[in-house]
């Protein structure tokens, strides 16, 4: 079982909240970061199983768990914890899925891989432009 994916997954939003201050979308950042730990996960598994699957589901909500930690820091400030309990089901959600995205395509051709690098950095946009109403 590979742990480096999961270590990634843990330090990567950490790693680039100074990236994120600088570049005026974040979106493609993350999901740059993201495609970079599947294809690392992808040279260790060759065939696409369930608990391939499950293990980039894993990555995701590491992911998600490490960010929401970040933003925790500015939901406390407002002072409505609950905010921290929605933002990481929606963030779980969105990062599980968009690993997985990536990681199903990551078996097909390069199309398909840009193609679906180009669509989880439009619905990880979107999400951060609806989130930002709450």
Known sequence: MPIIPYL??????LMLVPIEVIVAHPAIIEELFKFFI???????????????????????????????????????????????????????ILHTATF????????????????SLLFVISLDFLYNYFVAFF
Not at 8 to 13: E, I
Not at 45 to 62: E, F, H, N
Not at 100 to 115: D, E, R
């Open 100 to 115: 997985i995205i990536l990681y199903y395509f990551s078996f097909k051709n390069k199309y398909w891989i840009i193609f």
């Open 38 to 92: 599947v294809v690392i996960f992808h040279q260790t598994y060759v065939i696409a199983s369930r608990k391939s699957y499950i293990q980039m589901a894993t990555c995701g909500l590491l992911f998600a768990l490490s960010e929401s930690i970040l933003y925790l820091n500015r939901i406390i400030m407002q002072g409505n914890l609950s905010l921290f309990f929605i933002r990481i089901v929606l963030t779980g």
């Open 8 to 13: 990634l997954s843990l330090t990567l939003p």
